[in-house]
């Protein structure tokens, strides 16, 4: 097969399309061809050597979740059949031509969902789902921060955050990002670049906060959140560390959590994977969620899509097509 080979840490450029082996399908995983990968932060950060891939999962292939067709299945699959098209979270290895995974992991092409669509809701809505309902404890009527509005995980996050009830605010670094996110659901938007977004929300009952900057974010989400709050970190992009006052903490009883999902064993995956088909599925197949596709790259160029991603020109997602 042909897969976009990370040939040495660093540029985007270091990413070539070239031969490679072909994975080999486990007795419990089936072999996807895959028509279109979607594009995430973690995959630049692999490029660049910070993100290594899990023990097994091909260390110079990136890609986290994929959409295609089966056209494999190891002697104990159950739950599939060869030609089912369905997307799947994987541990890496997404930007190639095939790529293997536990039965598991993998879930249906949501009803009226194309391949390029279906690509880019593993990793958001896994994320989203795990950190904002799960960790978060995300409740109707309640208010969300979700920093990076206009981000892949933050086009995700509103989406599902309105559909269970929720009231929505966001970060965003340009009114043009803004407006897309209240296209999308959003309650309102803060323009981090023009505004100081804790004396702006300060009025907002905000419960939860989903954050990917970290830095000096940190002092200013404790400041913001009602008591009983949640605040759930999923990067850190603009500091890894902080310092905490403990006792507001106490005296606000908040809840201070966070998750990577890539290193997690299969039987998480397994149960998170069941979860989100119960309780996500049916509102992508209501109409109720859409995936706002900023561009689409061939797999050869998918340095371009890195290009594009480290610049945060984008809304919503960048993917990869076959």
Not at 43 to 67: F, T
Not at 126 to 132: E, G, K, L, P
Not at 247 to 276: D, H, Y
Not at 287 to 313: N, T, W
Request: proline share 4%; aromatic share 8%.
């Amino acid at each position: 097969m042909n897969a976009v080979k990370i040939t040495a840490f660093g540029a985007p450029e270091n990413m070539i399309w070239s031969e490679y082996p072909d994975p080999i399908c486990g007795a419990e995983e089936v072999m996807i061809e895959i028509y279109a990968a979607g594009v995430n932060r973690p995959d630049v950060l692999q490029r660049k050597g910070h993100y290594p891939a899990p023990k097994g999962v091909p260390a110079d292939i990136a890609g986290l979740e994929v959409a295609g067709r089966i056209v494999e299945i190891g002697e104990n699959v159950r739950r599939w059949k060869l030609g089912d098209e369905v997307c799947a979270l994987v541990a890496g290895g997404g930007y190639a031509e095939k790529v293997n995974v536990h039965e598991s992991v993998c879930l249906p092409i949501p009803v009226g969902f194309s391949m390029e669509e279906a690509a880019c809701l593993p990793e958001t809505v896994y994320t989203v789902w795990h950190n904002v309902f799960q960790r978060g404890n995300l409740l109707a009527g309640e208010g969300i921060l979700i920093h990076g509005g206009s981000s892949g995980i933050g086009t995700t996050a509103i989406q599902l955050a309105k559909a269970f009830g929720a009231k929505v605010f966001v970060t965003v670094g340009n009114d043009e990002k803004g407006k897309a996110c209240l296209e999308l659901g959003a309650d309102s938007f803060v323009n981090y670049k023009t505004q100081d977004f804790l004396e702006e929300l300060k009025e907002a009952q905000i419960n939860v906060i989903l954050d990917m900057i970290g830095g000096e974010y940190f002092s200013k989400n404790i400041d913001l959140l009602q008591a009983d709050g949640r605040l759930v970190y999923i990067n850190a992009m603009g500091g890894k560390n902080v310092q905490i006052d403990i006792l507001k903490m106490m005296q606000k009883r908040l809840t201070i959590t966070g998750s990577t999902l890539r290193a997690r064993e299969v039987s998480f995956k397994a149960s998170l994977t069941a979860e989100v088909y119960e309780k996500v599925w049916p509102i992508l197949e209501q109409g109720l969620f859409k995936v706002p596709i900023y561009a689409s790259f061939p797999m050869a160029q998918a340095a371009d899509a890195h290009r594009l991603m480290e610049s945060s020109a984008h809304i919503g997602k960048i993917v990869l097509v076959k």
